[in-house]
């Protein structure tokens, strides 16, 4: 672990076995982003990336939100100097979007509170999102004159259908955990009492699949919406050949045959 992993402000990281768990760490702030918690999660995601041996991520937030966003007190403009949110962006949230959807293991985002702004979207790009009941998603960038960004106005349409995207995200309105589930924009809605074992037990669950395998539906899936019907099928031909020379799948036909649980490693 280097230096910056060894001492993080901003975040919480942990591996333990064949999972990394990663917290945001600025609970007096909601977990608003400034320039040393977008440099830690970086660091952190790009460590991940490295590992074969990770075959779950967890991401949450510390105390009563899983994250506000970006913090607006770093981001006041000066008369004197304009504020250039494009170089902004590219050096926080997009590298780190593009960091996050390069980690081969499934990522799961168990959203603890208030998600908004670029905290919403950034638990929107994770592979499955589960909240709380109470917690909620908020697209506020309107109230503050700007658009969706870390990857929001591609995904937000994706999940939740053109119309409603529009809606949410020019209203400024406020989507409850059980309404984002009914609407397919995350996987579960769990009662506040439950979630913390019940994110555990997903997450243990997650681990002891074919992580191969998972890497490669997370990529398919994501592709599916750029390639045409035909490449696609190329592209399944060829990744399930890979598959199909995998110990995994040796694995997982013997257990099928014999009637016992398959014991994956991964590769």
Known sequence: MTDTL????????SVN??????????PDKLNAFNKQMHHELQSVLTEIGQ?????????????????????????????????DLGDTLDQGFNRSIRLLKRIKAPIICAVNG??????????????????????????????????????????????????RAKAITMLATPVQAEQAEAWGMIYAAVRDEA????????????????????????LLLDESYLNDFDGHLERERNVQRLCGLSHDFKEGVAAFNEKRKPQFKGH
């Open 6 to 13: 060894a001492n993080l402000k901003t975040l919480e990281l």
């Open 195 to 218: 979630f913390d074992d019940w994110v555990e037990a997903r997450i243990q669950e997650i681990a002891q699949r074919p992580t191969k395998a998972m890497t490669h539906i997370k």
């Open 114 to 163: 208030v998600a908004a702004g670029a905290g919403a979207n950034l638990a929107l790009n994770c592979d499955i999102v589960v909240a709380k009941n109470s917690a909620r998603f908020i697209q506020s960038f309107s109230s503050i004159g700007l658009i969706p960004d870390c990857n929001g106005t591609w995904i937000l349409p994706k999940l939740v259908g053109l119309a």
């Open 51 to 83: 590992r074969d041996d990770i075959r779950c991520v967890l991401l949450s937030g510390k105390g009563r939100g899983f994250c506000a966003g970006q913090d607006l007190a770093e981001r006041q403009a000066n008369d004197d100097k304009p504020l």
């Open 17 to 26: 076995g064949s999972v990394a768990r990663i917290y945001l760490n600025r």
